[in-house]
Structure formats: structure tokens, C-alpha cells
């Protein structure tokens, strides 16, 4: 249940990306599924406007209390000022870390 919460977490967040480039005509241009299934799974898409994503995930710490999924991944999307922003990220037991050249860094 977990890695279907995770894998919907990333299609959300793929999907909220500012998409300016022939939205409505967009199609998959590479989409490649492996490993899916209870102990994992790799995804990686692009579409025609300038969007893609790849990520991994497994279950860690199985059939404990400590139970979790953990990802990792990035997308990119081709932004209003013409410009393609990343975004690179972790998903685990310590919640969603993402990085990107234009967020803002956490100071410590």
C-alpha cells in the first residue's frame, strides 16, 4: 500500500510541474516500467513538451514496525521563461528531500 501511495505521490507531483510547452498536444514520447511489484519498482517517462521523470523505490526494513518505502528520483520540466528546472529528490522514513539549483537551501 505504501508503494502505491509513493508511486501516486510522484505522478502528482509531476503533474503540479509548470507545463507551458503544447500542453494540450503533449504525448509520451519513452516510458519504461521495470521491476514493479511488492519488493520494487523503476520508472522513467518523457513526454513531448519537455517533461520527464525517473525514480526507484523499495520497501525497507519489511515486516517490521520500521516498515517504509523508500524512493529516489528527479523530473524536469521546461518552465514560462524558457528555462528546464530539476528537481532531484529522496522520499523515506524522513520525509521528501527534494533538490534543485532554483529552491531555496535550508539553513542549518
Known sequence: MKLIIAFAALVAVA???PQYKDEKDAYV?????????????????????????SEEGQV????TDNEAVAVHGQFS??????????VKY??????????GAHLPKADH
Do not use: W
Open 15 to 17: 503533474l503540479a510541474a
Open 90 to 99: 529522496v522520499a523515506d522514513e524522513n520525509g521528501f528531500q527534494p533538490q
Open 29 to 53: 514520447v519513452r516510458q519504461e516500467l521495470e521491476n514493479i511489484g511488492v519488493d520494487g519498482y523503476k520508472q522513467t517517462y518523457e513526454t513531448s513538451n519537455g517533461i520527464s521523470a
Open 77 to 86: 520540466y521546461v518552465g514560462a521563461d524558457g528555462q528546464t528546472y530539476t
Open 60 to 63: 525497507i526494513n519489511a515486516g
